[in-house]
């Protein structure tokens, strides 16, 4: 995928990956053979008829091309982008078990893009009214693909969101350089077009609970997709410090209120000479390159597994390579130092060596004694995992969770609760866009045949 040189675009926020070309999207597509059993679409979690699109694009049909994903994936423009594809439909290409696979998500970028700057969209085929209602919490991926999908079915959707600003994770989480938030509200409007409803700074547990939904406000199912947005900390000494955010908050200032603009947005960013990122996800991925952006001179991310244990996508891990990230792997920290100010100045790490594999499947970090040692940093991003904010669990009864606070769903989304289900990172703990539109598509299927039902009752 051609991108912008890593010393020009490790100063903007504008878009890292440019995008095919016509003829680099044929000569692409001509790498599909076509198989007899297709096993690229076992390895969609939204099913989307990948041979079929690429046919179109063979036949340069991009705009059918692009109708033929968004007949199973309302948000094209974005899954071209941000879907961890190697690790789904790629993976199960046949041309990599020789080679390379066929560059699925670009092409669907490709053909997505086609279709909005030619503002070519066909109007779906909805449903007649079935009369049903159905809440959606939340406005990330999971919900925003259940909403589509049961509009199509012909119910009446309403997606309800906290802040002020659609796309949950989408919006506040996923950098601009990565996805452009345009690209976001151009998907949205498509689902406003079938009839989707949306209301923004709407907290669901605290403005109204989910009993009130269903028992007062008259909605016949509620699906809950809320996100992972409770940042985890390490409980180091110094933690606490002015300087140490967690990645959370740090993405949301920048991405959500349009830091990197300031002063012509209102929202002060700090970031020092030296920062220091603790994790190696996606989102830690982010964070550093964001505070790379914003003129630091150096940003290091810190990593207690080695480089063949990093759980972020490959391309982002290269990305920030390229643009000059330093990557301390195999080294924790121990303890934070601050001035008179109470702002941090340095951090103790310990190095580390990887003994047997634990519960997640990967070797497990090991201290090694003696190997303390310190470094200067002015600011440190947390970037060690989330869990799901407790609201919604908290004011709803006989909502089962985990002990970290998931929900409990069946395989369909249904929770412990009679009309009430859920899916994405609220479920899953921290996961993939791509996986929460799955969660999103199996829960729409089920509360459709369930409002249908001869007796529509709330199970």
């Known amino acids: ?64 091309a692009a109708n033929i994903i968004r007949d199973k994936n309302s948000l094209p423009a974005i899954c071209g982008r941000v879907c961890q594809q190697e690790d789904q439909c790629e993976a199960r290409c046949v041309n990599a078990i020789k080679g390379t696979s066929v560059g699925i998500g670009r092409l669907e970028r490709f053909v997505a ?6 503002g070519s969209f066909a109007t779906p085929f909805i449903a007649p009214p079935t009369g049903r209602r159905v809440a959606l919490v939340g406005s990330g991926p999971a919900s925003l693909t259940a909403a589509g999908d049961l509009a199509r079915m012909g119910h009446k959707v309403t997606v309800f969101e906290a802040l002020h600003k659609l796309g949950g994770v989408l919006a506040y989480g996923i950098p601009e350089f990565r996805l452009p938030k345009s690209i976001v509200g151009i998907e949205i409007r498509q689902l406003e077009n079938i009839g989707v409803e949306f209301v923004t700074s709407c907290v669901i547990g605290k403005t109204e609970t989910v009993d009130e939904l269903l028992d007062e406000e008259g909605y016949d199912a509620v699906f809950l997709a809320t996100g992972a947005g409770l940042p985890y900390f390490l409980n180091l000494p110094g933690e606490n410090l002015a300087g140490i955010y967690s990645a959370n908050e740090f993405l949301t200032r920048v991405n959500l209120m349009k830091g990197y603009k300031f002063p012509e947005y209102d929202t002060p960013v700090k970031v020092g000479k030296r920062v220091a990122v603790l994790g ?27 480089r063949a244990e990093v759980p972020a996508r490959a391309e982002e891990v290269e990305h920030a390579m390229e643009e000059g990230i330093e990557f301390k792997f195999l080294t924790a920290p121990t303890q934070f130092f601050g001035d008179t100010r109470g702002w941090v100045t340095g951090m103790e790490v310990i190095d580390m060596e990887l003994g047997e594999p634990d519960e997640s499947g990967r070797r497990r970090p ?94």
Request: aromatic letters at 6%.
């Open 1 to 64: 995928m051609p991108c912008q040189l890593p010393e020009a675009r490790r100063r903007n926020f504008c878009e890292v990956a440019i995008g095919f070309t016509e003829e680099q999207a044929l000569l692409e597509a001509q790498r599909c053979i076509s198989c007899k059993t297709p096993i690229c679409i076992t390895g969609c979690p939204v099913e989307v008829n990948i041979p079929h699109f690429i046919l179109s694009i063979l036949k340069r049909d991009y705009v059918g």
């Open 113 to 118: 893009d086609y279709q909005i700057d030619c």
């Open 280 to 306: 190696a996800g996606n989102t830690a991925m982010d964070a550093a390159r964001v505070a790379l952006r914003l003129g630091p001179e150096k940003v290091y991310m810190v990593y207690r597994r080695s």
């Open 366 to 459: 090991v201290p090694i004694t003696g190997t303390e040692h310190s470094f200067d940093v002015d600011t440190v991003i947390v970037a060690v995992g989330q869990g799901p904010n407790p609201l919604i669990q908290s004011t709803t009864p006989g909502l089962n969770t985990t002990k970290w606070g998931n929900i409990i769903t069946d395989e369909t989304g249904l929770t412990s609760r009679p009309g009430l289900y859920a899916g994405g990172d609220v479920v899953r703990g921290g996961s993939t866009v791509i996986l929460a539109m799955g969660d999103g598509k199996r829960a729409a299927r089920s509360i459709h045949e369930n409002l249908m039902s001869t007796n529509c009752s709330r199970n």
